[in-house]
């Protein structure tokens, strides 16, 4: 469980930090609410853990990728962490547009042409919170949704890491890899 809480926390922390960024870099008419969405972004993870503790923790021990896990929920719990971290935002203001956000969080780039400014940088960000550097997938989802190149991504993800290690350790949260952790 300590294992997954420091994924959790390194997780959210990258989604939210990356996701502040990319909203003010494109002019976002509210930074601090995508930086709430991307440290949101998971948190139906931890409903399920706390319905299922021992059964979720093996599922996530065994689904390292966030589209597969979520599928092995559906399947064992009837729900999913996705959905659960969408309607958990049930009744916020803009509501619906922050749900949007997690809820599309893992569509391909190609299927987010037409969605909101706010489920954009969602999307990117929940896709920059796993590597260290960013793959070859999150720098064309990062040209396709916003025409941000490569070494513009590369800086950025720089900055994210720094500030993410700099959030972690003023918070007191232990957020380091260990050699065994897995990608969620």
Same mark, same amino acid.
Request: glycine share 4%; with cysteine; aromatic share 6%.
């Given at each position: 469980?300590?294992?997954?809480?420091?994924?959790?926390?390194?997780?959210? #922390?990258?989604?939210?930090? =990356?996701?502040?960024?990319? @909203?003010? #870099?494109?002019?976002?008419?509210?930074?601090?609410?995508?930086?709430?969405?991307?440290?949101?972004?998971?948190?139906?993870?931890?409903?399920?853990?706390?319905?299922?503790?021992?059964?979720?923790?093996?599922?996530? +021990?065994?689904?390292?990728?966030?589209?597969?896990?979520?599928?092995?929920? +559906?399947?064992?719990?009837?729900?999913?962490?996705?959905?659960?971290?969408?309607?958990?935002?049930?009744?916020?203001?803009?509501?619906? #547009?922050?749900?949007?956000?997690?809820?599309?969080?893992?569509?391909? @780039?190609?299927?987010?042409? /037409?969605?909101?400014?706010?489920?954009?940088?969602?999307?990117? =960000?929940?896709?920059?919170?796993?590597?260290?550097?960013? /793959?070859? =997938?999150?720098?064309?989802?990062?040209? @396709?949704?916003?025409?941000?190149?490569?070494?513009?991504?590369?800086?950025?993800?720089?900055?994210?890491?720094?500030?993410?290690?700099?959030? @972690?350790?003023?918070?007191?949260? /232990?957020?380091? =890899?260990?050699? /065994?952790?897995?990608?969620?």
């Amino acid at each position: 469980e300590q294992q997954f809480l420091k994924q959790f926390w390194r997780n959210s #922390l990258q989604a939210a930090t =990356a996701a502040h960024v990319f @909203a003010t #870099l494109t002019r976002y008419r509210n930074p601090s609410e995508a930086y709430l969405c991307g440290l949101l972004h998971n948190i139906g993870q931890l409903v399920l853990l706390r319905r299922h503790r021992q059964e979720w923790l093996q599922l996530w +021990r065994d689904h390292n990728e966030a589209g597969m896990l979520a599928a092995e929920e +559906r399947s064992r719990f009837q729900d999913d962490h996705i959905e659960l971290s969408a309607r958990l935002l049930t009744g916020w203001p803009d509501s619906e #547009l922050l749900a949007d956000a997690l809820r599309y969080r893992l569509e391909p @780039a190609s299927r987010m042409r /037409d969605a909101s400014h706010l489920a954009k940088i969602i999307n990117l =960000a929940a896709a920059l919170a796993l590597p260290q550097r960013p /793959d070859d =997938a999150a720098v064309q989802r990062a040209d @396709a949704l916003f025409g941000i190149g490569e070494a513009l991504l590369q800086e950025l993800s720089q900055q994210i890491s720094s500030e993410v290690s700099r959030v @972690a350790e003023g918070l007191g949260i /232990d957020i380091s =890899a260990d050699a /065994d952790t897995m990608a969620q």
